[in-house]
Nanobody
Framework: VQLQASGGGLVQAGGSLRLSCAAS????????RAWFRQAPGKEREFVAA????????YYADSVKGRFTISRDNAKNTVYLRMNRLTVEDTAVYYC????????????????WGQGTLVTVSS
């Protein structure tokens, strides 16, 4: 079972990126999916989550209105569209999956991807 995150990179402040997280080894159609991030010297924090259908989505206040989480269950993939990026968004972004309806805490997620680095320059 593997979650493969991709799409990170270097972008200027105000720019956009789209992260992808493809799952393999099993289906996660019934799982909630989420994105967390960890900046240097800081703890991993919740960014966004979607329930199994994509009908319910949740965001951290710091990204609300700028980031959009979505999923394609046919592709076993979840996405994070990030707009109006700021220097404070610089972090390693991790995707995760849980059999719960949704979750905001690190310990609620059972499966984790390896992370993809997003660097926002000023």
């Amino acid at each position: 079972v593997q979650l493969q995150a991709s799409g990170g990179g270097l972008v200027q402040a105000g720019g956009s990126l789209r992260l992808s997280c493809a799952a393999s080894g099993r289906t996660f159609k019934s799982y909630a999916r989420a994105w967390f991030r960890q900046a240097p010297g800081k703890e991993r924090e919740f960014v966004a989550a979607t329930n199994w259908s994509g009908g319910s989505v949740y965001y951290a206040d710091s990204v609300k209105g700028r980031f959009t989480i979505s999923r394609d269950n046919a592709k076993n993939t979840v996405y994070l569209r990030m707009n109006r990026l700021t220097v404070e968004d610089t972090a390693v972004y991790y995707c995760a999956a849980t059999p719960l309806n949704y979750g905001f805490k690190y310990e609620e997620y059972e499966y984790w991807g390896q992370g993809t680095l997003v660097t926002v320059s000023s």
